[in-house]
């Protein structure tokens, strides 16, 4: 049962994330194994723990289950989740339930790398637009944050055709282009005001710090430059370019919320709540929507299958969701 601060959620939709693969790989957070992992959950309060007054048995809700706790997957036909209420939010009728379980851990990354960051009229450049992250916060940018001018890079038609859908002005090939000559040429030899580099490759971190305006901002999602494995550290140039502009390295970085006792844990908790009202907000408005990419049943046979596919490099289009129960 739910305890102080916590709700019971029945469970009818998840998502893959790059974070489960790597904690299947890695346990790069050190949990105690085994434990399930899935850490976006949408579906029904099932049960409230004491004194919580925010949210009744059943509403409809999704939320971002703590990463260094038990997730929501498991081999049955309906899964269930504790979660904290800081990291819930309710749904309207308007939004799936397999929307809201694709939204929570990629939303709050790309919010993390771009609220408070990106102005009206910026020019931003997203790497990697047809990912999971990455498509959100091309919308997020464009739709929500009103960049003047949002570039993205892709490798598919069908991530091309994503990142067109989700308001991206201008989109290269990165297999083709030469990025860092295109992006100045677009931005009249200037550099972009904003980087947001979502794709935990370190040839993309050198091409994207590249195209940074002096004076401008670099922010990356995760660990960042020469720790892209998170097993060995490697000389990276991508501070030397950046300081040679006088531009920032910023983390982004939800991860450390839940690992690092240096951050303030009332402050920190605003903060993440305020990004799922966001999400939902944004929702309503038609400025963010998740894109479906593959739908996964809720069985842990089908959902390592479909990690396996991850870490073996075939990447889905948007995100991929993960049904249980009647969703299924």
């Not at 570039?151 to 069908?158: K, P, Q, V």
């Not at 990419?293 to 969701?321: E, F, P």
């Amino acid at each position: 049962m739910p305890g102080v601060d916590e709700v019971l959620i029945e469970v009818h939709a998840s998502s893959l994330n790059p974070l489960e693969r790597k904690l299947a790989d890695i346990n790069f957070l050190n949990r105690v194994v085994p434990s399930p992992l899935g850490f976006d959950a949408a579906g029904v309060v099932v049960a409230v723990g004491p004194g919580v007054a925010e949210f009744s048995v059943g509403d409809r809700v999704m939320a971002m289950l703590d990463p260094t706790r038990d997730g929501c997957w498991a081999d049955q036909s309906v899964g269930y989740a504790l979660a904290q209420t800081w990291l819930v939010v309710k749904i309207p009728d308007s939004m799936s339930v397999e929307d809201a379980g694709m939204l929570p851990v990629a939303f709050l990354a790309a919010w993390e790398g771009l609220h408070g960051h990106v102005r009206p009229g910026d020019t931003v450049f997203i790497p990697g637009g047809g990912g999971g992250v990455g498509h959100l916060a091309i919308q997020i940018a464009a739709k929500a944050l009103d960049a003047g001018m949002v570039i993205t890079s892709t490798g598919r038609e069908e991530s091309t055709a994503l990142a067109r859908d989700s308001g991206a002005s201008e989109i290269l090939d990165y297999r083709e282009d030469h990025l860092a000559a295109r992006v100045l040429d677009l931005t009249g030899g200037q550099g972009v005001d904003v980087v947001f580099d979502s794709t935990y490759s370190e040839a993309s971190f050198v091409q994207s710090a590249r195209v940074v305006r002096p004076g401008g901002k670099w922010i990356v999602l995760g660990v960042g430059p020469g720790k892209t494995t998170r097993i060995v550290e490697t000389q990276s140039p991508v501070d030397d370019i950046l300081e040679s502009k006088g531009a920032s390295h910023i983390n982004a970085n939800v991860l450390r919320y839940f690992t690092d006792q240096a951050f303030a844990p009332a402050t920190i908790r605003q903060h993440l709540t305020d990004g799922l009202h966001h999400a939902v907000r944004w929702y309503e408005q038609g400025k963010v929507r998740p894109h479906t990419g593959a739908r996964v049943r809720g069985t842990v046979g089908d959902i390592d299958r479909a990690l396996s596919a991850l870490h073996s490099g075939r990447r889905t289009t948007g995100k991929a969701s993960v049904l249980f129960g009647p969703s299924a």
